[in-house]
């Protein structure tokens, strides 16, 4: 789920970035340091959308360098267990398949697919029922839902199931 | 359901986890069971899971008529030298390599960003294709993983033959040593080709040793070989006769042999078996008294050149008698190999045998006399 919130850091910067440019320097270190970053509480940081507010800057005993207070709101993606997600398919061997929602890496296991889908190996190894109407493959976008999920610090990993009513396939690329 | 597991956590039975999590019901759980890192590093499978992978694979190998194939990079399909390494000799190779983008028909390959370059061993292509339809390989190199990955990518451009089958030494379970408890098939349904016999300990029925391929200089000199490499000498294997076709041949027999009944149950099959029995038929009828060439305390059956022998299938005696056809020595002057020579049986080295087991086929006893041995041995004295 993306969420878009208010979050708090503490910037340091060299003096050399001072002058005109001090708030865009602070800025732009922001978004560097920040985008593209995890933690557990919040998920995934997709995108810096705003600065709230810059406070006093403080310089630090002994060094120099000035550290400040910055409010920014920033657009986040956190999976949740029970959180029903679409994702595309990345690979697909007889353990599962597994699958990418932009940052997020989800594995479903061939446990957590329906038992009328059987996998089948090959140049392109995918699941498909036992009438050839349903097919998992790569590319794939399938809707699972998250059954786990586990957050590192650049990386956040789910596990899924789709054997659930209403999941599964939803988009076939090798259709019309 | 297994989904709604988590009000039934006590009855999941964590078949594995993925990120620490089990994959069938999603509560954390402690590293648990075997690293599965080539398919996902952050993969791990308990071993009941394992073995139910590789039961109900059974089917799948059965409909197939496939079984699996592991194979080994460097000496066995390549030879890879750093680009620092190579001879003055060897730099007219800097003029002779593939284009990268569309690696098709190409043998010689030089990668800047690796400092390496890399010459596929002669047949490797056919090999690969005509190996693909009776197995399911897989590679299993002592390299790192972008080195795998980069070889991958030169044998198999397209990932048709290995897919997401590629074991580095990043992700073995045992530092300096393979084994096959990340692969997921039956170990009655894995043969391996690997040049290096000791880097199998808990495997050696199920492996198939090569010549190794020293193509660059540097590999020979890794090897402590005296010899020019083929790169100096401007010369290169046999396709036709080399030793991947060889082993082509061995493990088409193999294969021929464990599907030998078509409706027959695999399940009961052990292609460890199927490979002993090729090899027992290259010496078969033939029968063997060494003299002088085993240490005299030791039991002479328990040698492995002795064992060596029986595996290809000759008959070994201590003493001589009239059936007796070869006499392996290490010099003339020896009672057995008068004897031979009064009786007309062949007296030839242990290269004779050794020969015969790395190339699958008797060998003509004339290239393994005394007399090539001492002319051999006077060669490298000089």
């Given amino acids: ?176 | 359901m297994l989904a709604e597991a988590s009000s039934s956590k006590g009855e999941c039975e964590h078949p594995g986890s993925f990120g620490n999590m089990c994959f069938v019901c999603g509560q954390k759980l402690e590293e648990t069971g075997v690293s599965f890192r080539y398919i996902h590093k952050e993969m791990r499978l308990n071993q009941d899971e394992i073995s139910r992978l590789r039961d109900s694979d059974m089917g799948f190998l059965q409909r197939q008529r496939k079984l699996y194939l592991v194979l080994d990079l460097d000496h066995t399909l390549l030879n890879s030298t750093i680009l620092r390494d190579l001879k003055p000799e060897e730099e007219y190779l800097n003029s002779h390599t593939h284009s990268l983008q569309d690696v098709s028909g190409g043998s010689l390959f030089k990668m800047e960003f690796m400092h390496m370059m890399t010459k596929l061993r002669p047949f490797v292509h056919s090999f690969l294709k005509e190996a693909s339809e009776m197995f399911v390989m897989y590679i299993y190199t002592m390299g790192d993983r972008p080195y795998a990955r980069q070889m991958a990518k030169l044998l198999d451009p397209k990932g048709e033959y290995f897919g997401d089958r590629i074991i580095s030494r990043d992700d073995g379970t045992v530092r300096h040593q393979k084994s096959l408890d990340v692969v997921l098939g039956q170990e009655s349904a894995v043969l391996i080709l690997d040049d290096t016999e000791n880097a199998w300990p808990n495997h050696k029925d199920n492996l198939i040793v090569i010549e190794r391929y020293h193509f660059f200089a540097s590999s020979c000199r890794q090897f402590d070989h005296k010899y020019k490499s083929l790169s100096e000498l401007k010369s290169d294997e046999s396709e036709p006769d080399g030793a991947l076709a060889t082993v082509l041949k061995v493990l088409k027999q193999a294969h021929a042999l464990f599907f030998e009944n078509v409706d027959e149950d695999i399940s009961n099959k052990d292609v460890r078996l199927m490979l002993k029995q090729v090899r027992k038929e290259i010496l078969k009828g033939f029968k063997v008294v060494f003299s002088r060439v085993f240490p005299t305390k030791a039991k002479p059956e328990d040698h492995p050149l002795w064992k060596m022998a029986e595996d290809l299938g000759a008959t070994c005696a201590t003493e001589v008698d009239a059936s007796v056809t070869h006499v392996v020595a290490m010099e003339m002057g020896t009672e057995k190999a008068r004897w031979a020579v009064r009786e007309k049986k062949f007296v030839v080295h242990r290269g004779w045998i050794d020969a015969a087991n790395y190339l699958w086929k008797k060998q003509p006893e004339e290239n393994f006399s005394l007399e090539q041995l001492k002319k051999q041995q006077g060669t490298e004295e000089e």
Avoid: W
Wanted: net charge neutral.
């Fill in chain 1, 1 to 176: 789920m993306f969420f878009h919130i208010v979050l708090e850091r503490n910037m340091q910067l060299h003096p050399r970035f001072f002058g005109r440019n001090l708030r865009e320097n602070l800025v732009s270190k922001l978004m560097k340091d920040v985008e593209g970053t995890c933690s557990g509480r919040h998920g995934f940081v997709v995108a810096i959308t705003g600065i709230e507010s810059i406070g006093k800057g403080l310089i630090r005993d002994g060094t120099g360098f000035v550290t400040f207070p910055v409010k920014y709101q920033c657009v986040v993606f956190r999976p949740f267990k029970g959180e029903i997600l679409e994702a595309v398919v990345t690979l697909v061997n007889k353990m599962g398949f597994f699958a990418e929602a932009g940052p997020v890496q989800i594995f479903v296991s061939k446990h957590l697919i329906p038992d009328d889908m059987e996998f089948q190996a090959g140049d392109m190894p995918n699941y498909t029922t036992s009438d050839g109407s349903v097919k998992i493959q790569k590319e794939c976008e399938v809707r699972l839902k998250i059954i786990g999920t586990r957050v590192d610090a650049t990386e956040i990993f789910c596990v899924g199931t789709i054997k659930d009513d209403f999941l599964g396939v939803i988009n076939d690329p090798a259709a019309g």
